[in-house]
């Protein structure tokens, strides 16, 4: 039982390059979410999915694209990089109501 | 909106002091509430949580009680250890929707021998 992987573990990107940030889960969790982390912020929802082809905007979804195909899988999509968003990237999943969400170890991703 | 204000940080204690770390909520309605663990490099760890008032999480000698007429969820540890040393957040959800939690901005708890 691997719980949530996330990869890559880093990343370096150019202003305009784009990527995808790649989440699994082996807990057939129906709940997952991306969350960025930035120092004196804490973490912040970017994007959630309830189930599989379910998604929904978090707190700073801005240049950030999501997609649930399966309920293992919860790519998150930066389409043009900026250096704005530059920051931990972490995944989680949870049952519904569990009271516990179970994080991935986060892709620390720069932007130049 | 919702929100979370916790202590800001770091806090350094010596091995075998009393652990506070303060943490009040905004919120309408009956929150759940939580505390995460986040060791060096890596990802966070749910600590403990509370789901109504007067609740008392605890969990591996920490705990915390859900105090609704103060709205706060304070964390506390008599005897910390240099093992607790990490970065505390205290986060909350509404409507039992765990996959939308609001966090704090994390404390940093350095513990020296």
């Known amino acids: 039982n691997a719980g949530v992987t996330q990869t890559p573990k880093f990343q370096v990107l150019k202003t305009g390059q784009s990527m995808t940030l790649q989440c699994a889960q082996d807990m057939n969790h129906e709940y997952m979410s991306w969350y960025r982390q930035d120092p004196g912020m804490g973490l912040r929802l970017i994007h959630y999915?309830?189930?599989?082809?379910?998604?929904d905007q978090g707190e700073v979804p801005n240049g950030y694209n999501v997609s649930r195909s399966t309920t293992e899988d919860f790519p998150l999509r930066l389409l043009s990089a900026a250096p704005s968003q530059t920051s931990v990237y972490f995944c989680?999943?949870?049952?519904?109501?569990?009271?516990?969400?179970?994080f991935g170890p986060g892709t620390r991703l720069t932007v130049l | 909106g919702d929100s979370v204000t916790q202590m800001e940080g770091p806090v350094t204690l010596s091995e075998e002091a009393f652990l506070t770390i303060n943490c009040t909520y905004t919120?309408?309605?009956?929150?759940?509430l939580f505390w995460y663990v986040q060791y060096p490099g890596e990802g966070l760890q749910l600590l403990l949580k509370?789901?109504?008032?007067?609740d008392k999480g605890s969990n591996k000698g920490f705990e915390a009680t859900y105090r609704k007429e103060t709205t706060s969820f304070h964390l506390e540890k008599g005897s910390v250890q240099v093992s607790d040393s990490a970065v505390y957040f205290c986060a909350l959800s509404k409507n039992g929707a765990t996959n939308k939690l609001i966090f704090g901005t994390g404390t940093l708890l350095a513990v020296q021998p």
């Open positions: 919120a309408t309605g009956y929150p759940s």
């Open positions: 509370a789901t109504k008032a007067d």
């Open positions: 989680a999943s949870s049952y519904p109501e569990s009271g516990e969400q179970f």
């Open positions: 999915s309830v189930g599989a082809g379910i998604t």
